[in-house]
């Protein structure tokens, strides 16, 4: 099968989240997202480059160091402060500014599954214009095999990019999260709420 085949287009009703994921060879997965977000690409880099833009969509706390081999740390709680141990945090491989950013798991919230095998995946967001000032946005995650923790990875992130990219097009529809009035999911109720659409 070639890389330019899908596998499968799924258009996930709330946000129409394409599922383009494809098998580049034999025994290799690119789990592949992607949507149309109505803002321009400057504004949605900044939603993925800075803390601020982070904060606005995503979740109550980050901090990014945008450099090659720089840092993304997040966190569900919105009282967590730098390094805690229960932040998601991320090493940023490249990134082209305003196009593309690729980041590689570092470190996950305890207990989360297969947190061993994240060094074996990376992510990348790419962000192309669009028609009428808006933009599409892809987000892959490479590296996945068959094994049996690749595979249980594989479902949990199918959900939760799916619905990341719900909720970025959200940010830019309904305006800013305000996170005061509103409880952020856990990683697990996030992958819950797609498989209830992701």
Do not use: K
Request: proline share 10%; with cysteine.
């Amino acid at each position: 099968m070639t890389a330019s085949l899908p596998l499968v287009t799924l258009l996930l009703s709330a946000a129409a989240v394409a599922n383009t994921s494809y098998e580049p060879a034999e025994g290799s997965f690119v789990l592949r997202h992607e949507a149309v977000v109505p803002a321009p690409p400057t504004a949605v880099w900044e939603a993925f480059s800075t803390a601020g833009g982070w904060m606005e969509w995503a979740v109550p706390f980050a901090c990014i160091d945008l450099r090659l081999g720089g840092r993304i740390e997040t966190s569900y709680d919105p009282h967590a402060r730098p390094g805690d141990p229960a932040n998601i945090q991320s090493r940023i491989l490249a990134f082209l500014p305003g196009r593309m950013l690729a980041f590689q798991a570092m470190q996950a919230p305890p207990d989360f599954p297969h947190a061993e095998l994240l060094a074996d995946l990376f992510s990348v967001v790419e962000i192309t214009p669009h028609s009428d000032g808006q933009s599409r946005v892809a987000i892959s995650g490479v590296g996945y095999t068959d094994s049996p923790g690749h595979l249980e990875l594989r479902a949990f992130f199918d959900q939760g990019n799916a619905w990341t990219l719900e909720r970025l097009v959200e940010r830019f529809t309904r305006g800013p999260v305000d996170w005061s009035v509103l409880t952020p999911p856990a990683p697990e109720a996030a992958s819950d709420s797609a498989e209830n659409l992701d």
